[in-house]
Structures are given as structure tokens and as C-alpha cells.
């Protein structure tokens, strides 16, 4: 059974921070519902208007549909969520579901989020966008990064904010450019890791060579017998912690 998600509530009065215009006293703010960084996918749902709260829906799900557990991930969810009219309204409550979303089945790469907002959203209005920054920390690249490889050459592989580009796979060795956009990846020097994962175990390369250059490093990685494929590599930061990933959702509420 998948343990219950932690769900931290930060105080955050922030807008998306997208461009907005002022039209008759209201601000128009393009619609942002889903958004991906993969593995995972994040997307509104469904919302509900009820006599004194509003429920908003969402479901957060790996793309490859490999199984997701409620610790992959810690979400910070808003203390207030501010409309395109700059109203704001309190999360009362969060609540995850692991076996379905209102009557909706969830599988096993699936997860599904209800916020309860107080007051209600007024039904007298002719649109409202709710503007909701959702902070998303992944967990499980605590101990790295996996990419798998079929082909001995492969164009492009993302996993989270790490970019593998030019991929050349031969008898025992692998090369490739890596590409890392953690967001202090500028601020800082970055090491890393490199290892094969096989049946649950880590294999380190005899020889190692990391060249850095503009905007991404050249890896090369020598280990001791011939890689047979598919394979499965893994790449760990050992200078600087995982990410925050910023969400900035801005959804239109349905009020019929």
C-alpha cells in the first residue's frame, strides 16, 4: 500500500508570473493546465462549486506509466490562491487519493489531489481563472537520475531537468553530453555520479572522463565488461540537492 503523502502547506501570495492585461478591472491570464517534466505529468481535473467551498481537482501521473508512490514526490501546495480579479481564497484542506478521482479509476502510475477552497467562487461571474503555483519536489532522484538505453545510438533522453544528447554506445563504453538545468546550475560547480544498474545493483566505471563546455559536458564512461542493451544508467549530483520545480497553474473554474 503506497504510504499517504506528505502535503505541505507554504504561505505563497504570488501570481503565476505570467504577462497579464488589464481589461475593465480584469485581468486576463492565458490558461495553464497541464504541465510535464518527465517522467511526471501534473493536470487540472475537474472543480466543483459547492454551497461554501469550491473543490479543485487534480492528477498527477508518470508519463511512461511506470507505478508512482506517494513519496516519489512532495508537493507545497499554497496557503492562498489568488482569481484573475486578485480575490483570494484559503485552502481549507488537500487530500490525495490513490484509487480514484470522484468516480474516476486511478491506476497504478496515477495519483489524484483535491483542494478545498473557502469561500466559494461566485457563480455571478462570467469567468475565473484561478491562479495556482504548486511547488513539486522530486524525490525519487534522491539517489539519481536513471535513463535507459535500447539503441547503441540515441538522439535525445530527458528525465526531470537532466538532458542526455548524442548518445554513442560501444562494446564497454559510453559517451554522451549532458545537459543539466537545475535551476543553480549556473551559481554553482556541479559533480556527478555515473553508474549501470543492474538487478538493483550500482556498477562505477573503471574510467570516467567529464570535459565541460558551453551549456552542457562531454561524458565518457569505460566500464569493465561489454554493455549488452537494453541497459539502464542512473546520474547523481554530489554537489547540490535535487530541485523545486515551480508549477504555475492558472485554471478556469467551471461554476455552472
Not at 503555483?133 to 535500447?150: A, Q, S
Request: aromatic share 10%; net charge negative; hydrophobic share 35%.
Amino acid at each position: 500500500m503506497k504510504q499517504f503523502l506528505i502535503l505541505s502547506l507554504l504561505l505563497v501570495l504570488t501570481t503565476t508570473g505570467c504577462t497579464t492585461e488589464r481589461l475593465n478591472n480584469t485581468t486576463s491570464l492565458p490558461e495553464i493546465t497541464s504541465i510535464e517534466k518527465m517522467p511526471v505529468k501534473m493536470a487540472f481535473h475537474s472543480s466543483q462549486n459547492k454551497d461554501n467551498f469550491t473543490e479543485i481537482a487534480f492528477k498527477l501521473e508518470h508519463v511512461d506509466d511506470s507505478a508512482i508512490n506517494s513519496e516519489d514526490y512532495q508537493l507545497q501546495w499554497p496557503k492562498y490562491i489568488l482569481d484573475n480579479e486578485e480575490i483570494a481564497y484559503k485552502v481549507e484542506d488537500v487530500k490525495m487519493s490513490e484509487n480514484s478521482l470522484y468516480d474516476e479509476p486511478l491506476n497504478d502510475h496515477e495519483l489524484g489531489f483535491t483542494l478545498r477552497l473557502s469561500p466559494a467562487v461566485m457563480k455571478e461571474r462570467d469567468k475565473v481563472m484561478l491562479q495556482i503555483p504548486v511547488y513539486v519536489i522530486p524525490r525519487l532522484f534522491e539517489e539519481g537520475y536513471p535513463f535507459n538505453v535500447r539503441e547503441p545510438h540515441v538522439d535525445r533522453i530527458v528525465t526531470g531537468d537532466l538532458v542526455i544528447e548524442d548518445l554513442k554506445l560501444e562494446d564497454r563504453v559510453i559517451e554522451f553530453n549532458l545537459i543539466d538545468k537545475h535551476p543553480d546550475h549556473q551559481e554553482q560547480d556541479l559533480s556527478y555520479l555515473f553508474s549501470r544498474v543492474q538487478d538493483n545493483e550500482s556498477i562505477y566505471p573503471l574510467f570516467s572522463t567529464i570535459e565541460s563546455g558551453s551549456g552542457s559536458s562531454y561524458v565518457k564512461l569505460e566500464f569493465a565488461q561489454p554493455i549488452t542493451l537494453p541497459a539502464r544508467f542512473s546520474v547523481e549530483r554530489t554537489t547540490i540537492e535535487i530541485p523545486e520545480w515551480r508549477f504555475p497553474f492558472s485554471i478556469p473554474v467551471n461554476l455552472e
